[in-house]
């Protein structure tokens, strides 16, 4: 058993408590849907005649876009990728709706924006009020499990009935130690210089691969397939990979060289607004931080193979929607930045893969605007359940399946409240609105950490990099006021009754007070 025994034997049956819940949510579904509840009641009470589908959910954690061979990128670190995207969709203009972990993941698996569950700081525990994917499927008959980096920071499970996570790996590692030793270096960001955590010397992790977590995560995952090969399954995955430090085992160092990456011009506004922490980073170790990163996402890339393997060999892959994502992007050196915890591209367009042999189309790349809050009632639609109420994300079925009238979101949203900014884009402008007034508390402080309120434009079309403020032109009032308006909104309509906008603010204003942190 790889499981932590204890863990397991904790976990395995679904408990009372659990049954009890998944009545609750159907009462809650039921009064709340209505007529519409009868076909969803009657697709969890035919499980024996018609095979639901299995979810399969594997989370890359900072993983960006522009990284994969399948949207453009030329390094190949990430072929088991590229072959899921062949076999099924691959959404191109996908965006996290916050560009820091906790965030993201909660609101992707509640299906609500980040403000809406009142999750929009890393440290922030998931509310126990919170409904999730794993409370709903699991009150569909399902059996849920969630292996790996949840961030739920409380010890809640959420629906989620079989938990493995760096602990289980630790006694693991501790039960069965490598044979060579275990050299793995501790994890101090900030307090190490900055280019050690950043791995720019593209140093392993000290373990060789059969130790390393990840390997861990994804052997639990194969076992949990053959463990329920008879009854409906819900398993989320979540890898630190590429996360700083971008670990990798010892074999893995020589993979990528750092001179197969060019450093990214910073300009002057770059440096005014750069992070304090980056300011001493060189050139060369810009390439060796590079290097390391994408050294780790072709090692995650092999551990979602590792699992995509496991799921054929069970015979369930036939019967299983794969989602790949990444919770949120990662700058490499552009504008100056290491991280993500901004509004720039880079930092929110992330991997979006979903693939259902003979009911998902193959290969279709799909360019319209998308939203990770747009995952759980896609999945929903996908399996013929209704979705639950009051989620603001929408079904991408219609863009998955090619429907001529069939469209994305005409702008999509992401918020990193912990700097008081939110942004909208339409695909070519984006606009960002900041108060300027937040001392941040997330390690990335700039030499002025409260500039006072600011708004920004950028024309993507013109300058994909963003380097360039045009909001101060006569021909961007038009655009400006226009996603000004679709940014209020999004913040206005979407918030708890208890936090309404006081109604004497003006349209900027009222976003401005939206974006204060209340956690």
Not at 23 to 40: E, F, M, P, S
Not at 114 to 127: E, F, S, Y
Not at 201 to 229: C, I, V, W
Request: charged residues 25%; glycine residues 8%; hydrophobic residues 35%.
């Amino acid at each position: 058993m790889l499981r932590n025994p204890q863990v397991y034997s904790r976990i395995k049956r679904r408990s009372l408590t659990i049954l009890a819940l998944g009545l609750v949510l159907a009462c809650v579904y039921v009064a709340t849907h209505g007529g519409v509840a009868k076909r969803a009641r009657a697709a969890r009470n035919s499980h024996a005649s018609v095979p639901h589908p299995n979810f399969l959910i594997i989370i890359g954690d900072d993983h960006a876009a522009d990284t994969l061979g399948v949207n453009g990128d030329t390094h190949g670190a990430t072929p088991r990728l590229d072959a899921l995207a062949r076999q099924g969709v691959n959404f191109r203009h996908a965006y996290c709706n916050a560009p820091v972990c906790t965030a993201s993941r909660q609101s992707l698996i509640t299906g609500r924006l980040p403000h809406a569950v009142g999750v929009t700081r890393l440290n922030t525990a998931l509310p126990e009020t919170a409904v999730t994917l794993g409370d709903w499927m699991l009150g569909r008959g399902y059996v849920t499990g969630a292996y790996g980096k949840m961030h739920f920071n409380a010890a809640k499970n959420h629906g989620f009935e079989d938990i493995v996570d760096t602990s289980d790996w630790k006694k693991h590692l501790a039960a069965h130690p490598p044979a060579g030793g275990d050299h793995s270096v501790p994890f101090r960001p900030f307090r190490d210089p900055s280019s050690f955590w950043l791995n720019s010397a593209t140093r392993s992790y000290g373990l060789p691969d059969a130790s390393m977590e990840a390997t861990f995560f994804a052997d639990n995952a194969a076992q949990f397939f053959n463990e329920h090969k008879k009854e409906p399954f819900t398993l989320v995955v979540g890898f630190h990979e590429p996360h700083s430090p971008f670990i990798f085992p010892d074999d893995w160092s020589k993979r990528f060289s750092p001179n197969d990456f060019p450093v990214p011009a910073v300009n002057d506004f770059d440096r005014a607004h750069q992070p304090k922490i980056f300011k001493e980073i060189t050139p060369e170790q810009t390439r060796g931080i590079t290097a390391s990163y994408y050294t780790s996402i072709s090692y995650l890339d092999s551990k979602v193979g590792r699992i995509l393997d496991a799921l054929e060999k069970s015979g369930l892959a036939e019967n299983t929607i794969v989602v790949y994502l990444g919770d949120n992007g990662y700058h490499r050196g552009h504008h100056g930045r290491f991280e993500k915890h901004s509004l720039y591209e880079r930092a929110v367009n992330v991997p979006l893969i979903m693939r259902w042999p003979g009911k998902i189309p193959a290969g279709r790349q799909i360019d319209d605007l998308v939203e990770l809050v747009d995952i759980l009632p896609t999945l929903m639609d996908l399996s013929d359940f209704a979705p639950p109420p009051d989620i603001q994300g929408r079904s991408l079925v219609g863009l998955i399946r090619g429907l001529p009238d069939a469209k994305g979101r005409e702008t999509v949203f992401s918020e990193y409240l912990e700097n008081e900014e939110a942004m909208v884009s339409d695909g070519r402008y984006k606009l960002i609105v900041g108060t300027g007034a937040r001392h941040r508390l997330d390690g990335y402080e700039t030499e002025n950490p409260t500039p006072g309120p600011y708004l920004r434009l950028y024309d993507r079309k013109a300058d994909p990099e963003e380097n360039t403020d045009i909001s101060g032109t006569e021909a961007a009032k038009p655009v400006i006021k226009r996603l000004q308006t679709a940014m209020f909104q999004r913040l206005t309509s979407t918030r708890k009754a208890e936090d309404q906008v006081p109604p004497t603010l003006d349209e900027l204003e009222a976003i401005r007070w939206c974006l204060r942190p209340r956690d």
